[in-house]
């Protein structure tokens, strides 16, 4: 409530002292403002876009790793497994440089790849984690029943394990928006062009003005 009460003022509105909650006179020039300022619309839609395509890759790809680790049975899987989650003490600033220089040869600079393919290639090992736990707290018995039946691997996993996780794979999905939607460094290093920036990159342009 304070943001769109804030966002309906002036500057000597702001900063009054003692504050105004409600501002007596508001100003409704400021929504037309933004949109005169910057292209909102495309950084909305470019937002959704790239947050939408990152939430699916995420999900898809995270579950089918946590499924493999959890469900199934192959030699080295416990220790792959401790692999991935060391992955996590790694801060992102090790790998920005590496990362960057790989998508530059790749030619997917000033392109949409950077911050939405890397999502279909595992989901991050926190992810994996989550669903890993939860897929654990299935009985073995609906797995080896299934298989009795002759179902796949991949059908135990898309109509049993799935329907079974929608409480942990819902959890993904809103981390995963929160972490895209807000990213302004990702977009900030890949994008070149304006008019493929996000809405965190038009927010920062207000800064200072």
């Known amino acids: 409530m304070w943001v769109v009460s804030t966002s309906l003022k002036g500057n000597e509105q702001i900063f009054a002292i003692p504050p105004e909650f409600i501002p007596s006179s508001p100003h409704w020039e400021n929504y037309a403002e933004v949109f005169r300022r910057m292209p909102f619309l495309t950084y909305f839609l470019n937002s959704t876009f790239i947050t939408v395509v ?15 680790f ?55 090992a926190f992810n994996i984690f989550l ?48 972490f895209s939607w807000n990213d302004f460094l990702g977009p900030l290093i890949y994008l070149s062009d304006q008019m493929k920036g996000t809405l965190a990159l038009g927010l920062a342009m207000f800064t200072g003005q």
Do not use: H
């Not at 990152?54 to 493999?68: H, K, P």
């Not at 801060?91 to 920005?96: A, E, G, H, R, S």
């Not at 790749?106 to 790849?113: A, E, R, S, V």
């Open 54 to 68: 990152a939430i699916i890759g995420t999900v898809l790809s995270s579950s089918l790793v946590a499924y493999a």
């Open 70 to 124: 959890a469900c199934l049975r192959w030699p080295g899987r416990d220790l792959l497994f401790y692999f991935v989650l060391t992955t996590m003490m790694l801060p992102m600033q090790v790998t920005m440089i590496p990362v960057f220089v790989m998508f530059k040869d790749l030619g997917w600079l000033n392109t949409f790849k950077p911050l939405t393919v890397p999502a279909f290639l595992g989901g991050g």
């Open 131 to 178: 669903l890993r736990q939860f897929f654990l707290t299935i009985p073995n018995s609906l797995f080896d029943a299934a298989r009795i039946d002759g179902c796949s691997e991949f059908r135990i996993y898309w109509n049993i394990v799935l329907p079974l996780a929608k409480p942990a794979l819902a959890t993904v999905a809103i981390l995963t928006f929160l």
